[in-house]
C-alpha cells in the first residue's frame, strides 16, 4: 500500500474516531441516551470530567476532512498516472 493511501485510511480512522466522542457528547448532554450511557462509570466520568475532549474531537474531524481531499486528489493523480 502506498503511503497516500496509508494517510487516507488513517485519515479515515480518525474521522470514525472523532465523530463516534463527538456524538457521544451530544447524545449525553441532549437526549441522555447515546454511547456514554452504555459504557462503564469510569469512562463515562473521565469524557465528561474532561468536557474539553468534545472540542478537540470536534476539530480533529473537520482537520481530517479538510486534509482528505488533497489526499484524495493525490491518490487520483497517482492512479491516473500508473493507466497511462
Given at each position: ?27 449525553l ?13 469510569d ?42
Amino acid at each position: 500500500m502506498t503511503d497516500m493511501k496509508f494517510l487516507d485510511v488513517a485519515l479515515n480512522a480518525v474521522i470514525v474516531l472523532s465523530v463516534t466522542v463527538f456524538l457521544a457528547y451530544i447524545g449525553l448532554h441532549h437526549y441522555d441516551y447515546g454511547l456514554f450511557t452504555t459504557l462503564p462509570r469510569d469512562i463515562v466520568g473521565f469524557f465528561t470530567g474532561n468536557a474539553f475532549l468534545q472540542y478537540v474531537a470536534l476539530v480533529l474531524l473537520i482537520a481530517a476532512l479538510i486534509a482528505k481531499i488533497p489526499t484524495g486528489r493525490a491518490i487520483t493523480r497517482r492512479e491516473i498516472g500508473k493507466r497511462v
